[in-house]
Nanobody, 115 residues
Framework: VQLVESGGGLVQPGGSLRLSCAAS????????MSWYRQAPGKERELVAL????????NYADSVKGRFTISGDNAKKTVYLQMNSLKPEDTAVYYC?????????WGQGTQVTVSS
């Protein structure tokens, strides 16, 4: 399984970005897909979770109402739509897949929110 994130960049406060996570090698929709982030000097934290099989999503309190996780099972791609971005959202964002007793991480994509 390989996860490749894209879509990060520099955006002004209040702006939007959409991150993508392309997953190759996933053989079913029974995986739990999630986005994490890690800011400098801080621990990695869960941002959003998607369980394909149940259409279940969950979000960190800090991003509820601003971020949306979604997936395209045919394309094996998970998205994170981020709106109303704040400077405190600045971090490296990672995609994670869990299933079949294994977990997989992408390499991360940098998101910087600054004026």
């Amino acid at each position: 399984v390989q996860l490749v994130e894209s879509g990060g960049g520099l955006v002004q406060p209040g702006g939007s970005l959409r991150l993508s996570c392309a997953a190759s090698g996933l053989t079913s929709n029974s995986y739990r897909m999630s986005w994490y982030r890690q800011a400098p000097g801080k621990e990695r934290e869960l941002v959003a979770l998607l369980i394909y099989a149940y259409g279940f999503t969950n979000y960190a309190d800090s991003v509820k109402g601003r971020f949306t996780i979604s997936g395209d099972n045919a394309k094996k791609t998970v998205y994170l739509q981020m709106n109303s971005l704040k400077p405190e959202d600045t971090a490296v964002y990672y995609c994670k897949a869990v299933g079949g007793g294994y977990e997989y991480w992408g390499q991360g994509t940098q998101v910087t929110v600054s004026s």
